[in-house]
C-alpha cells in the first residue's frame, strides 16, 4: 500500500522533474538544436557525406549480426539457468553478468590482447589472412561482448518465477524438448524476450568504448555513428556531428516508445501469471 506523506510527494515529483530535465532533456533539445543550427539542407546534407552513409550502415549491420546472436545466448541461457540445476549455476551467472561492472574500454582491449597484430593468436591470423582487430568482426564481438547480458538478464527472473510445472506436465504427456520449448517455454516469455532484445539493439547501436578500441578509426569503413559523431566533432565539424547524434537520438526515443509499450505487454502478462 503507498505511503502517503502530505507534502513531501510533490517535493519529490518536483525534484525528479527537475534531474530529469537537467540530465535529459535539456541535453537532447541542445542536440536537435545544433542538428538544425544551419537550417534542414545542412543537416540533410550530412547524409549525403560517403562516411556518414558509411557509419549508418555499419551500425546497422553490427546490430544486425550482434542482436540476434546474443537473443539466441540469451534465451539459452536463460532455460539453462531458470529450468535446470547443475554445477556452476553461479558461476555462469556471474559470468553474464560482468559485462554491467567491467568498463567496455577492457572489453574492447582484452579482444586487442587476443587477436591484435601483437596478441596471443595475432601471428596465427596474420599467416592466414584473417583479420578481426580493425574490422567488422572486431567490432561485432567488442558490441557482442557488452550488450551479452541484456537479454539473458530480462528472462532469467521471469522464467525462474514462472517455474517449471508446465514444463513438467507436457513431458508427462510425451512430449519432447524441442516441442516443450517451443511450444510451452517460448510463448509464456515472448514479451520479455522482445523486451530484452530491444534493449540490446539500443546498447548496440550506441556503444562507443568498446568499439573504439577494436574498430582503428578508419573512415568510411570500421567507424560507427557514435565514433563518427566523434570525428566529425574534433574535426569542428559541430553541424554534421550534432546531426549524427540526433539520428541516435531518434532511434532512442524510438526504442523509448516500443520499450514503453512493451512494458505495458509485459506487465499484462505478469498479471495474467499471477491470477493463475
Known amino acids: 500500500m503507498p505511503i502517503r506523506l502530505p507534502g513531501l510527494a510533490p517535493l519529490m515529483l518536483a525534484a525528479t522533474l527537475a534531474v530529469l530535465g537537467g540530465l535529459i532533456v535539456l541535453p537532447l533539445g541542445v542536440v536537435f538544436s545544433e542538428a538544425f543550427a544551419k537550417g534542414l539542407s545542412a543537416y540533410l546534407a550530412t547524409f549525403d557525406d560517403p562516411d556518414a552513409q558509411a557509419a549508418i550502415k555499419l551500425t546497422l549491420l553490427v546490430a544486425a549480426i550482434a542482436v540476434p546472436l546474443n537473443a539466441v545466448f540469451g534465451l539459452a541461457a536463460a532455460w539453462a539457468i531458470a529450468k535446470f540445476e547443475f554445477r556452476g549455476k553461479s558461476a555462469l551467472m556471474a559470468v553474464i553478468d560482468l559485462p554491467f561492472s567491467m ?27 584473417i ?13 557482442m561482448t557488452v550488450t551479452f547480458p541484456f537479454v539473458a538478464r530480462e528472462l532469467i527472473p521471469l522464467m525462474q518465477d514462472q517455474g517449471t510445472d508446465e514444463e513438467a506436465a507436457a513431458v508427462t504427456l510425451g512430449a519432447g524438448g524441442f516441442t516443450t520449448f517451443r511450444a510451452i517455454t517460448l510463448p509464456n516469455v515472448k514479451w520479455a524476450l522482445l523486451y530484452g532484445v530491444l534493449i540490446c539493439n539500443a546498447r548496440a547501436m550506441g556503444e562507443f568504448g568498446a568499439v573504439s578500441v577494436v574498430s582503428g578509426h578508419i573512415r568510411g569503413l570500421t567507424d560507427t555513428m557514435p565514433l563518427q559523431v566523434e570525428v566529425l566533432y574534433n574535426d569542428y565539424n559541430f553541424v554534421a556531428a550534432f546531426a549524427i547524434a540526433s539520428l541516435l537520438a531518434g532511434l532512442a526515443l524510438v526504442t523509448l516508445v516500443l520499450k514503453t509499450g512493451l512494458e505495458w505487454r509485459f506487465a499484462d502478462q505478469l498479471a495474467r501469471g499471477a491470477r493463475h
Open 131 to 143: 583479420k578481426i582487430v580493425f574490422d567488422v568482426s572486431g567490432i561485432v564481438l567488442a558490441t
Open 103 to 129: 568498463s567496455p574500454v577492457v572489453s574492447g582491449l582484452v579482444w586487442v590482447l587476443l587477436f591484435g597484430a601483437q596478441g596471443w593468436f595475432g601471428g596465427w591470423l596474420r599467416d592466414h589472412d
